[in-house]
């Protein structure tokens, strides 16, 4: 395979050599001799248990909770609740001002998915820690459950959540986030052909083979270690200072070698209430979710439904684009506010259209809280437009890959939220996957350039 | 609760310990004696994180219960190096970029070596049948079939 260094030539000097060049992992002595230290592999003298009493509907209100049994369990040493929670309603991007504050740490008053936690049980071991947790008595009435995004957004569905008001997120910009670009209208007015398609994909678990957890270690100095394999180290102490309502020179984040994340230990959700049982016990406390919980309690990536709404002309030039994009949040926010809002920025795709028009909607369901998964907002975006462009030349029987190059971005092209190309390079990696592929184009797309003559 | 004795040798070491009834092997080797590398994965017997070599066969740590290993020869990952000289399996991993996350590495180097031992010149259907028990999520298969190939090469030639 060639390597187009020219092509970024007069943006940086070429002192690089690395490509193509076998190089050691510098973690990899310690993974091949076991002396790779995870958070887990922390063992630490005295350590406390931490289960979690998880609720078994999807929305519920909460009449009440009676741990008295749990509390009597040969083992138990404490179960906390919500009460027990400095500041116990939080979202994790407040910390850049995407607010509203809109989930629990220990629930109260109701739950909004199945799964959600309720009360956290510390125990000498962990089974004593589970079997206590069957005992903790928690009376609910359950509730009307929504599980679909168009079903959630109709008048009248059950409301998700109260933190909210509606079953959508509020953006500055109303009830979607939008892109505008152009006069769309005109655009399909003109269009030799026009193809509207819907996509839609289910939540992804990143399954990593470590699950998620930490383990929390008070020490003299009246400060709290807390050893965790999150991917979001920061995040985590900030929130973690706000929900424990604890200055951050009280608490030493040591994170390390995570055993997998994928995206998926970027929430935080383990950290706070196992620094605040630690507080509350002056023990260390361990808490791993099981296999189980990894499965159904850590955040997929959502679920997306995304309309694709395309005018085509036969020369193979698209000259509008009407995208709307749903984005599964589940019962809360995390991080797919951001998400819905990446989609409508990525719609257009790597392809220069004159006309555009994109809402994308943040949805609040009783599922499970959806999250980041690498690329979230973007990948299933991808997929659909992927998809959307080989039904397109299809439709106007062309090279599906002639077809991307008549609409590819160049450097110099006005992307449809305002941001001009640079660096596209797209011109240039396709002529590398036309010959890597043995995928012949046209002479004139060999010829092509992401530079625009005079830009 | 009553608690049970049991020794066994952990990498050419007598270990003793008295452990609850009921203990896994991997509890007994992370939390009291404090090896730490195999690890727990699902603690279900399905990721093969755990992996230990039992009296020279490849065993599910997470699924053992200690008090079945009194008198066991135990081998993990942890012991393979001898005298800071690591293993053609630890050495091929590493050359091979065997690794990312490296969770499921001690694993994949125990099961590699249960084969090896058996088997010395493997084919790479015999590789891939013994890897079969172990989850790499970073997918990471082909490096890791290459390096226990070329691990079986290199041994092959010390011999000779």
Redesign the interface.
């Known amino acids: 395979m060639e390597l187009r260094k020219d092509y970024f030539a007069d943006v940086r000097k070429d002192g690089l050599h690395e490509i193509g060049q ?1 190089r ?2 510098l ?12 958070f ?2 922390r ?1 630490l003298p005295g350590m406390l248990h931490l289960k979690m009493v998880r609720s078994p509907h999807h929305h519920a209100r909460i009449r009440s909770i009676d741990t008295s049994e749990a509390e009597k369990h040969p083992g138990v040493v404490k179960v906390l609740t919500a009460k027990d929670v400095p500041h116990n309603v939080y979202t994790i991007l407040i910390l850049i001002q995407i607010g509203p504050e809109d989930e629990t740490v220990l629930a109260d008053g109701k739950v909004r998915w199945k799964g959600e936690a309720v009360a956290a049980v510390l125990a000498e071991t962990e089974r004593a820690a589970q079997e206590a947790a069957a005992k903790v008595k928690v009376d609910y009435e359950v509730l009307p459950a929504v599980f679909d995004m168009e079903e959630a957004l109709k008048p009248g569905a059950p409301l998700v959540n109260e933190y909210h008001g509606q079953n959508y997120y509020l953006y500055d910009s109303g009830e979607c986030r939008k892109v505008r670009f152009g006069d769309v209208d005109a655009g399909f007015a003109e269009a030799d052909h026009i193809l509207e398609q819907t996509y839609q994909s289910s939540p992804i678990e990143h ?5 998620t957890g930490c383990v929390v270690a008070p020490e003299g100095n009246d400060r709290f270690t807390c050893y965790t394999n999150t991917q979001a180290m920061f995040f985590t102490l900030d929130n973690a200072s706000i929900i424990l309502q604890m200055p951050g020179s009280k608490l030493h984040f040591v994170g390390g ?6 995206g998926g230990k970027v929430d935080v959700i383990v950290e706070p209430i196992a620094i605040l049982a630690a507080k509350l016990t002056g023990r260390p406390v361990s808490f791993i979710y ?2 189980e919980e990894e499965m159904q309690i850590s955040s997929p990536r959502a679920a997306e439904k995304v309309v694709i709404k395309d005018g085509v002309m036969k020369d193979g030039r698209i000259v509008a684009r009407k995208v709307t994009g749903y984005t599964d949040a589940g019962a809360y926010s995390r991080h797919s506010p951001y998400g819905a809002q990446k989609g409508a920025a990525h719609y257009p795709g790597p392809y220069t259209i004159p006309n555009v028009w994109i809402d994308t909607y943040c949805v609040y369901t009783n599922r499970t809280p959806s999250s980041a998964m690498r690329g979230f907002g973007v990948t299933i975006g991808d997929f659909a437009l992927e998809v959307q462009m080989d039904k397109l030349a299809r439709l106007i029987g062309m090279d599906p890959l002639e077809f991307r190059f008549i609409n590819a971005y160049r450097d110099g092209d006005m992307k449809a939220h305002r941001q001009p190309t640079e660096g596209a390079a797209l011109i240039e990696c396709m002529q590398e996957a036309s010959r890597a592929a043995n995928w012949p184009v046209a002479d004139k797309y060999m010829a092509m350039s992401s530079y625009r003559k005079g830009a | 609760m009553a608690k049970v004795p049991v020794q066994f040798t952990l990498n050419g070491s007598e270990k003793a310990e008295f452990i609850e009834s009921g203990t896994t092997l991997l509890h007994a080797l992370r939390d009291k004696i404090g090896d730490t590398s195999p690890k727990g994965g699902c603690h279900q017997g399905t990721c093969g994180a755990c992996s230990v070599i039992i009296d020279g066969e490849l065993r599910l740590s997470c699924l053992t219960l200690a008090e079945t290993c009194d008198g066991a020869d135990i081998r993990t990952t942890a012991g393979l190096a001898e005298g800071g000289v690591l293993h053609p399996l630890q050495r091929a991993f590493l050359d091979a970029f065997a690794t990312q996350c490296g969770f499921c590495t001690p694993g994949m180097i125990m099961a590699a070596k249960a084969l090896l031992d058996r088997t010395p010149n493997p084919s790479r259907e015999e590789v891939v049948e013994a890897l079969s028990g172990n989850i790499c999520r970073c997918t990471g298969y082909e490096p890791i079939i290459q390096a226990v190939l070329t691990a079986a090469r290199a041994d092959s030639q010390n011999a000779a």
């Open positions: 076998p050691p992992r973690d990899s002595p310690g993974h091949v001799t076991g002396k790779t230290a995870y887990a592999d063992i399954a990593p083979t470590e699950t070698t995570v055993g997998g994340g994928f099981s296999r």
